[in-house]
């Protein structure tokens, strides 16, 4: 069964860097998001993309992140910049098409720690 | 501002009884409706969707969903160790299809 991909599992960076996470949505998939969850709390929307550009992006998601989609595969989030407040759990999130009734498939995770 | 509230718990159940999760959200604009569990340190796996009023079944699982009450529920029958996570209750925005999630209930099912 196909499925959402992340790379790496786990990042370690030291404050004031920059981090790109990875994420391999299946592949006929169309509509791709960003969520993250910093321990203990709720999983938060970032960042929802479609057709080579952003559609929706929450409060969260301000000038220090960006999303990509480099070539026909991968889908990444780059952090500039990392604060303190970055670490948390990263997932990606991807539907096959833009209905209400579309199941969002979740990859592993990125787990970001900013030291 | 788009919310949804879980009683965070925890819950705890003996094996074979029925767990009961509730969630209520604040956009009524939202129409899918959905249950992921979530193991610690991992990603959200899907349990069900909803998306008309009334209940759906799916094995020991039943979704509830009453839009006029803006509340979804969960119920898991015969509970089962293997259950104990905590579940998240989902819901679509608009538009855009994004999800926003609720805090989550953590369940314990007590051998």
């Known amino acids: 069964e196909p499925e959402v991909t992340q790379t790496p599992s786990h990042q370690v960076t030291q404050m004031g860097q920059e981090v790109i996470l990875r994420c391999v949505p299946i592949?006929?998939?169309?509509?791709f998001y960003w969520y993250r969850q910093i321990l203990g709390q709720k999983v938060e929307f970032l960042v929802s993309?479609?057709?080579?550009?952003?559609?929706?992006k929450s409060e969260i998601f301000d000038d220090q992140f960006s999303v990509e989609r480099p070539d026909g595969s991968n889908f990444t989030l780059k952090i500039r910049s990392t604060k303190l407040e970055d670490s948390a759990m990263y997932f990606c999130?991807?539907?096959?098409?833009?209905?209400?009734?579309?199941?969002?498939?979740f990859g592993p995770g990125t787990r970001l720690l900013v030291l | 501002q788009k919310e949804v509230e879980q009683n965070s718990g925890p819950l705890s159940v003996p094996e074979g009884a029925i767990a009961s999760l509730n969630c209520t959200y604040s956009?009524?604009?939202?129409?899918?409706f959905f249950w992921y569990r979530q193991y610690s340190g991992k990603s959200p796996e899907l349990i069900m969707s909803?998306?008309?009023?009334g209940d759906k079944e799916d094995g020991r699982f039943t979704a509830q969903l009453n839009k006029a009450s803006q509340y979804v529920s969960l119920l898991i029958r015969d509970s089962q160790p293997s259950d104990s996570a905590t579940y998240l209750c989902?819901?679509?925005?608009?538009?855009?299809?994004?999800?926003?999630f609720g805090t989550g209930t953590s369940l314990t099912v007590i051998p």
């Open positions: 989902a819901v679509n925005g608009v538009p855009g299809n994004q999800f926003y």
């Open positions: 993309f479609y057709n080579n550009e952003i559609s929706e």
């Open positions: 592949s006929n998939h169309l509509y």
């Open positions: 909803i998306y008309s009023n």
């Open positions: 999130a991807s539907i096959p098409a833009d209905g209400y009734q579309e199941t969002q498939y």
């Open positions: 956009d009524r604009g939202s129409q899918s």
